[in-house]
């Protein structure tokens, strides 16, 4: 399947023609590679997290924060990340006061791609010590699907890096606007779905 790039507005979201397809059911295969494109495409998410003593339960209160767990939590989860492995384990400890950024995570197996995000703010004179469990994975996760044998914080987990997804018909071809997160280009994300559908889809009579 030939594409081409029609627009592209910045890295991270472009506009792709596609085609040519038959005209009867070109509008249903455009919907249906909209639908696979958003459950197969893989990313990244934080799913696990250990705040050693900070916090003494899920939505207890530490007053050298600023922000309020669930603040912390939801900020934690903002975090666009992408490492070269199945998972990973990230080690943060750091002596307040101090503002986290995301970009203070650092891992020789992981990247984050939006280092500038603001975590929190520590007050206090003291150590703060933070443990994120990080794997690849497909959708959503609710925090009951996910396993946990230690005395970690279990998370609801996004891991599709598509932002958004529109279509348009014209004649035989479909124009395709794909917008990521960074962790996967738009191309590499048509020509991943393509070969899914081939493979899963196509045989030998």
Same mark, same amino acid.
């Given at each position: ?12 979201? @472009?506009?792709?023609?596609?085609? &040519?397809?038959?005209? #009867? ?13 958003? /459950? ?32 912390? =939590? ?27 950024? #995301? ?13 500038? @995000? @603001? ?21 959503? @996760? ?18 599709? &890096? ?23 280009? &738009? ?7 393509? /070969?899914?559908? =081939? ?7």
């Amino acid at each position: 399947m030939r594409f081409n790039i029609e627009k592209e507005f910045n890295k991270n979201f @472009k506009e792709i023609k596609l085609g &040519p397809y038959n005209k #009867a059911c070109i509008n249903y295969f455009a919907h249906f590679l909209r639908i696979i494109i958003f /459950k197969i495409t893989e990313g990244f998410s934080i799913n696990k997290i250990n705040f050693s003593n900070q916090f003494l339960g899920n939505y207890s209160y530490n007053s050298g924060f600023k922000e309020d767990f669930c603040k912390i =939590i939801l900020n934690l989860k903002g975090i666009v990340l992408k490492i070269n492995k199945k998972e990973d384990i990230i080690n943060f400890t750091k002596k307040g006061p101090f503002i986290f950024y #995301a970009g203070d995570l650092i891992s020789e197996s992981c990247k984050i791609l939006n280092p500038e @995000k @603001k975590i929190f703010t520590f007050n206090k004179e003291e150590f703060v010590k933070i443990k994120l469990f990080i794997n690849k994975g497909t959708g959503y @996760k609710f925090r009951e699907e996910i396993l946990d044998s230690e005395n970690n914080l279990v998370i609801d987990s996004y891991y599709c &890096p598509i932002k958004r997804i529109y279509y348009s018909c014209k004649k035989n071809f479909i124009n395709i606007g794909i917008k990521t997160n960074g962790v996967i280009s &738009p191309e590499k994300t048509l020509k991943k779905t393509l /070969k899914f559908l =081939i493979k899963n889809f196509s045989h030998e009579t």
